[in-house]
């Protein structure tokens, strides 16, 4: 998209100039009123030259209107032509007045340069107040179902953290994935980081946008889209969603509550992983492996495949070990779930009734005791893992 654009623009500017040297507007009016050509060129190049200044003044012109949001546009028209009238009327009072006061040329211009300044008063503060407009209550095209567009904006967190791959592949993330360039710009710079675990963070995101480019369901797009006067990389993002009308894809906490202040819609994975992890409720069993000491007393702890840590009471001596524990609690955090528990045989005693099984998050079934008056009870609890 952007070889096209830039081939187009090319091409404009290359008819302009060839138009501007062989119609020759300069030559024609020398010839009209014969005179010295200034810098001693031909007039021919001087019209080619003119043709390139203007060719390339509309070229920004038309960037910059690419950048505007529709409300801006509309505002900076509605200005424009308000400030026109407003410059007219103006003129048309001035042309009414004695011509002792005001003489014939300095009517036409105070009229001409009423209009010109009244409109460009009327584009600048239009387009600064379109933000405010109401175009909803239009209705039509300009209705908020017409006007908004499926637009996902990814964050270089989301992308280095690697797991929007695996959720844009599976068709839970739809409509046009934006990726900016200022957003590729810092990731260049993170995969080009002197420290080494920078580094790798960087090239392990690089591998992610190669992969999602490469899926053929996926509709990526890369935007030039940039805002000079704004610096920091989360700001520009915050601009360019209002702009695009987008939703921000990001892991970052700060970026996530940030954008909500401003109004735009954010997708936290983070969010969504925690959302799908698994719902164990206090008094169920699970079968789980003590990794390490805890932070208390005595205390286990244990990961669930999802990675939920479990703090189970009185484990320490089962580290290394699969362990039959019975849940407590369930602790929800910013950070994510914790589930709390304690071993299968001291939970027994104390329980008053059959707790249900949860196979760290498995199917659950209902509990059965083993009765085996030789030995203590234990929650039968199947693992992939044979033995301790």
Known sequence: MRT???????????????????????????????????????????????????????????????????KTLIGAAIGSIMGIVGGVLIGFLISYQESSAVHGPMKAFLTLALAFIMAYVGLMVGAAKGDYLDLSALGGIFSDKATRRDVKILDTSVIIDGRIADVAETGFLSGTIVIPQFILRELQQVADSPDSSKRQRGRRGLDMLNRLQSNPSLDIQIVDTDFQAVKEVDLKLLELSKQLDG?????????????????????????????????????????????????????????????????????????????????TSVLQTTAGKMIFGRLWEDAEGSASGEPRVANAGGQRRPFQREQRPSAPAHAPVRSAEQGD
Do not use: C, W
């Not at 994975?269 to 789980?288: Q, W």
């Not at 189970?312 to 580290?319: E, F, P, S, T």
């Open 247 to 327: 939703v921000v894809v990001t892991n970052d906490f700060n970026l996530n509550k940030v954008a909500q202040l401003h109004g735009i819609q954010v997708l936290n994975i983070n969010e969504l992983a925690n959302s799908l992890k698994p719902v164990v409720l206090p008094g169920e069993a699970m079968r789980v492996f003590i990794l390490k000491e805890g932070k208390e007393y005595n205390q286990g702890v244990a990961y669930l495949d999802d990675g939920t840590m479990v703090v189970v009471d009185n484990a320490r001596r089962m580290i290394g070990k699969n362990a039959d524990i019975a849940v």
């Open 4 to 70: 096209n654009t830039v081939l187009i623009r090319v091409i404009f500017i290359g008819i302009l100039g060839g138009a501007g040297y062989v119609l020759d507007p300069i030559g024609a009016n020398y010839a009209a009123q014969p005179a010295a050509a200034p810098f001693g060129l031909p007039t021919s190049v001087l019209s080619a030259l003119l043709a390139l200044v203007i060719a390339v003044a509309i070229i920004l012109f038309e960037i910059r209107i690419q950048q505007a949001s529709l």
